[in-house]
């Protein structure tokens, strides 16, 4: 008798324990999807940080490339945040390289999306002043926005 | 010059520019790997224009320089190097035919290496090779990639390099790295010397291909 509460207990529990699992994690090819729309965004940035990056590696750089670019990259970089659902990191058979920490740091990540939105809009503001030298200073610390966050929040290859 | 053990012919075998090329690489390509994993990449970079040159110049001297480096006299076909393989082919002086594939392959896999570098992008977009900007952004990522994938392949053929010289080393008794240090060999029979090129060749060599490698590197701009 007192084993078969033990059994059915035990049976309960199990059974409780799956359903907060299956609700925990979402499915995969559903986490899959987000990792996906998130890479082709980040090389949508990728792309308008090689258009700014060429142009002023040009003799004669045209200025309002740089502005329109610079403007795409900003409107992208506010919209970082929303590209990271939580639950969809480094989930069983989902490869992301987008870590834990993301989330466990979230105000940091934030803090970090920022500060290219912000290093994008100075870039922007320079380009569209006509300051060459303004730009270039400011497109500098574009890269060093990169690096920054995925120094932290991004997997090493 | 020492004579151990009778009067073995000592030939110059290996000429100065061919072991400054093999000894370089051997420095550049675990100083290549560290700078990238180590995050530096504009010293990567920097060691990936010499590496360029010092290729560029392999290639000249492939053509311009002594008999042992030149490509004409250690490439052979397949029924050369099968020759070779089953022994019945006489002993050759400098790369056997089965070592020039080696020196082809190694030769060929870095010059892509380095060349797929030129148009390859780092993921913080801070940095990209001097190509990179006369190519689109995927075709970069492209680049990139093989960048990446490429060199597991060369250190694999290094692997292979390295194995086959401990072959000869232990199964032959075949010392190939002291002659690529001292240029020098003892040869157990006499054949004829190979022909050295002069120091004037290499320099031109030499000169041409670090002002190549320097207007790559430059992106074809003055």
């Known amino acids: ?157 | 010059m020492r004579t151990e053990g009778g009067p073995a012919p000592r030939i110059r075998l290996w000429d100065l520019p061919t072991r400054l090329v093999h000894w370089g690489l051997v420095l550049l390509l675990p100083s290549l790997w560290w700078t990238w994993r180590s995050g530096n990449t504009l010293l990567h970079e920097k060691l990936g224009y010499v590496t360029l040159a010092v290729l560029l110049f392999r290639l000249y001297w492939g053509v311009a320089g002594s008999t042992t480096a030149r490509f004409a006299q250690f490439v052979k076909g397949p029924r050369k190097i099968a020759a070779y393989l089953r022994g019945t082919s006489p002993l050759p002086i400098g790369h056997n035919p089965l070592g020039a594939l080696a020196v082809l392959l190694l030769l060929g896999l870095m010059l892509a290496e380095v060349g797929l570098g030129l148009f390859a992008q780092d993921v913080d977009g801070e940095e990209s090779g001097a190509l990179a900007r006369y190519v689109s952004y995927d075709t970069a990522d492209w680049a990139t990639n093989w960048h990446a994938w490429l060199f597991d392949l060369l250190l694999i053929a290094v692997a292979i390099h390295v194995l086959a010289i401990l072959f000869y080393l232990v199964v032959r008794r075949d010392n190939l790295v002291g002659p690529m240090v001292t240029g020098r060999k003892e040869l157990a029979e006499d054949l004829p010397e190979p022909k050295m090129a002069s120091i004037g060749s290499a320099l031109v060599g030499g000169i041409l291909s670090a002002a190549i490698a320097w207007w790559i590197s430059r992106g074809f701009t003055l």
């Open chain 1, 1 to 157: 008798m007192r084993r078969a509460v033990v059994l059915v207990a035990g049976f309960a529990l199990a059974g409780v324990a799956y359903g907060q699992l299956m609700a925990a994690s979402p499915d995969p090819a559903a986490v899959q999807k987000v990792v996906d729309a998130r890479v082709a965004h980040y090389k949508e940035i990728g792309k308008a940080n090689k258009a700014i990056r060429d142009e002023l590696g040009q003799s004669q750089p045209n200025l309002a490339t740089v502005q329109s670019n610079a403007r795409v990259m900003e409107a992208l970089a506010r919209q970082i945040p929303s590209w990271f659902p939580s639950g969809s990191g480094q989930q069983a058979g989902v490869k992301s390289e987008a870590l834990p920490v993301i989330w466990q740091q979230l105000p940091a990540f934030k803090r970090r999306a920022a500060d290219l939105a912000s290093a994008a809009h100075q870039t922007a503001d320079a380009a569209a002043s006509g300051n060459l030298d303004a730009t270039k200073a400011a497109a500098g610390s574009i890269g060093g926005a990169c690096k920054g966050c995925h120094d932290t929040f991004r997997e090493k290859k």
